[in-house]
């Protein structure tokens, strides 16, 4: 299994541009969420979803948009990069199910908006 | 708002001792806790686990202890080794009215395991 995998590693974006952020796993997870990583303020989720069909926000969902047409893919949209959201970008999978909260990180994307 | 925290941002131990993280958090209806470790340039890795109906837990290595009545959560890491050098993460499970839970991280503490 290769796990959750995110591409690309590093991107540098102008204000105004957009584009998407790729997260794939390949464990079968139906939970599967997006945050992101700033100095001193951990991780905070973005978006999440519960199965192919069904996303929800997190707690900064703003400037971002999410779609899961498979299990297997959850990719993470800029609309128009600000540089706000200059940050690490993680995803991040696991079972659902009473107890199952184990979740499986990828390695992070380090996006740069210039 | 409520929140998940850590009480030191850096905590400085020497290889072979003993190291205590701590976290506070406000949410008294959360019902379940996580440890992560985060080393450079990695995603988080889940460490261990504890539900609120229990006030220890052990791993191999480690021991989370969970204090419900002061809101305070500690992750304890015996025979500390340069390996455990890493940021550490506790978290909580929220869970959501007609939702479903959602874990909410806290800021992180460095480790730094010195010779």
């Known amino acids: 299994n290769a796990g959750v995998t995110q591409t690309p590693k590093f991107q540098v974006l102008k204000t105004g541009q957009s584009m998407t952020l790729q997260c794939a796993q390949d464990m079968n997870h139906e939970y599967m969420s997006w945050y992101r990583q700033d100095p001193g303020m951990g991780l905070r989720l973005i978006h999440y979803?519960?199965?192919?069909?069904?996303?929800d926000q997190g707690e900064v969902p703003n400037g971002y948009n999410v779609s899961r047409s498979t299990t297997e893919d959850f990719p993470l949209r800029l609309l128009s990069a600000a540089p706000s959201q200059t940050s690490v970008y993680f995803c991040?999978?696991?079972?659902?199910?009473?107890?199952?909260?184990?979740?499986?990180f990828g390695p992070g994307t380090r996006l740069t908006v210039t | 708002g409520e929140s998940v925290g850590l009480h030191l941002p850096t905590l400085s131990v020497q290889e072979g001792d003993n190291s205590i993280i701590n976290c506070a958090y406000s949410?008294?209806?959360?019902?379940?806790f996580i440890w992560y470790k985060q080393e450079s340039g990695k995603g988080p890795q889940f460490i261990i686990d504890?539900?609120?109906?229990?006030d220890k837990r052990q791993g191999q290595r480690v021991t989370v202890l969970l204090n419900k009545t002061v809101k305070h959560l500690s992750l304890q890491i015996a025979a500390t080794q340069p390996g455990d050098s890493a940021v550490y993460f506790c978290?909580?499970?929220?869970?959501?009215?007609?939702?479903?839970?959602?874990?909410?991280f806290g800021a992180g503490t460095r480790l730094a395991v010195h010779p």
């Open positions: 504890i539900r609120s109906n229990m």
């Open positions: 978290a909580e499970i929220r869970a959501r009215l007609g939702g479903y839970n959602k874990l909410i």
């Open positions: 949410n008294s209806a959360s019902d379940y």
């Open positions: 979803s519960v199965g192919a069909g069904i996303t």
């Open positions: 991040a999978s696991r079972l659902t199910g009473t107890g199952l909260y184990e979740q499986y």
